[in-house]
């Protein structure tokens, strides 16, 4: 059995107890890595030498000394490519390292590799990488999801054993769902963003895809925590959110199942893998009760107008002046911006800056975007409501499971409504995080379905127990997919 297949804590006893070494294991991985990326194709690049390095001067007593963790190419890596999988940033290498990545480092981590997302993290497949889409580990033919889709299939296919992602709307959480991994989409202001390419910088939040609760758990241990260099992180006392895992039952917790997370047009044996969780959840102790978030139905036109306002104005920096690609031969200075804009993004982020700077121009700004910001408050508040009643919520990730590769086509409208139960929690800044829960059957394979549990804001431990406790109820976060390796 190759080492890349051990749990996170059994390769951490490993290095311990010196049965085998970070270097051994990085080796381990990197023979899995290269013999699945000509299917899987989560990666973009990764730097063998400097990863090694790294392994030979591990701490393995640090809490995550020794390990590798895969990183979105949408986080700074200090000297690394960061294209958040675009051509506008092709050939753009970061000049420090994000905060998490500092944090990551100074637990002993060793950020590995970049993985693939959709461009400039839009999307909800990994089709709209700039480079080339990443397939999923459980049917090379269908899409892993996104837009951290690279994250999560790495994690699934055992390739890395924890990966970073950014969750907007959804990011982490719906890839994981889609690949049967674990993602966690922290509340707004836990983790810092100073050094993740923004998209919509009041919704976006870095989160750890593993393939367990508890190996996201020691992951946000570490890249949790105040940052100066983030005016929206939050100074908290640190906590340790491994220290509450481990519970049997849910008894005494009261979840909230909404009303209009179980809607028509959801693909029906999700629906039955969600329900027949939540059925477990109730024989582990839980109470189950009935809840109302009555403005769901406004959070994917009140997010598509939010986050495309905000991400209008974030990316007016890719002008070819600071960063990555710059049309050639300009005739003047305006010729080089609308140029290097028009050669470097590609459609649907194009599309997103038309919507964003449409929403925030005069004669439009109060009709849409401050209209879609009271909404928001509207839906924070059902959130606020739910949460004087119940400890967390639970519901389905996704509507579907996944689709083949360019089976969605064009249909652009589908496409956003397909991030219906995962966006709300970002316009309300609470924690969300996915597990697997079970698989649907088309023909011979089998498609993870994702169980989505959401916290009040910054109630992160509670969350993590809840669902540590439903995983290891059941054994579906242990399944791998079935790919073949030499
Ligand atoms: N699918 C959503 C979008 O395309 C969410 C993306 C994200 O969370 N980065 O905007």
Redesign the pocket.
Known sequence: MSLATLSLSEVQSGFRSGAFSPVEYLEALEARIAALEPTVGAFLSRDLAPARAAAQAADVHLPLGGIPVGIKDAISVRGETCSCASKVLAGYRAPYDATVIARLRAAGAIPFGRLNM?EL????STENSAWHPTRNPWDVTRIPG???GGSAASVAAREIPVALG???????R?PAALCGCVGVKPSYGRVSRYGLGA?ASS??QIGPLARSVRDCAAVLNVIAGHDPRDSTSLDLEPEDFLAGLGRDDLKGVRLGKPKEYFIDGMDARVRNAVEAAIRRCEELGAEIVEISLPHTEYAVST??IL?TAEASANLARLDGIRYGHRAQNPANLLDLYERTRAEGFGNEVKRRIILGTHVLSSGYYDAYYLRAQKVRTLIRRDFEAAFASVDAIVCPTSPEAALRLGERGQDLLK??LA?IF??AA?LAGICGLSVPCGFIEEGSVRLPVGLQFLGRALDEAKLLRIADTYERAEAWSSQAPPLETP
Request: proline share 0%; charged share 15%; glycine share 14%.
């Open positions: 959709d993290a839009m999307g909800s996104g837009s951290s950014s969750d907007t709307g959804g990011s982490i719906q998209f919704l976006d997010y598509y986050s496409t956003y991030d995962t966006i970002n």
